[in-house]
């Protein structure tokens, strides 16, 4: 479920925790963890040509941290 485009995400996020931000950020660590190990399985069931070599990278480069 997305936010309406006119809501900041940050505050709907703390919304959807009952303004705990300790939740709030916890809640997001475990999506990030879930999507990481969700872009391992696919990276690891692509084959090489299917992707003309490109393979999506678990962890930014440092021109994206």
Do not use: F
């Amino acid at each position: 479920m997305r936010p309406e485009k006119n809501i900041d995400v940050a505050d709907y996020i703390l919304s959807c925790h009952d303004g705990d931000p300790k939740a709030a950020i916890e809640a997001m660590i475990e999506e990030i963890e879930h999507l990481q190990h969700q872009l391992n399985i696919a990276v690891a069931a692509m084959g090489h040509g299917y992707t003309r070599g490109w393979k999506p990278e678990a962890s930014r480069g440092p021109e994206q941290a």
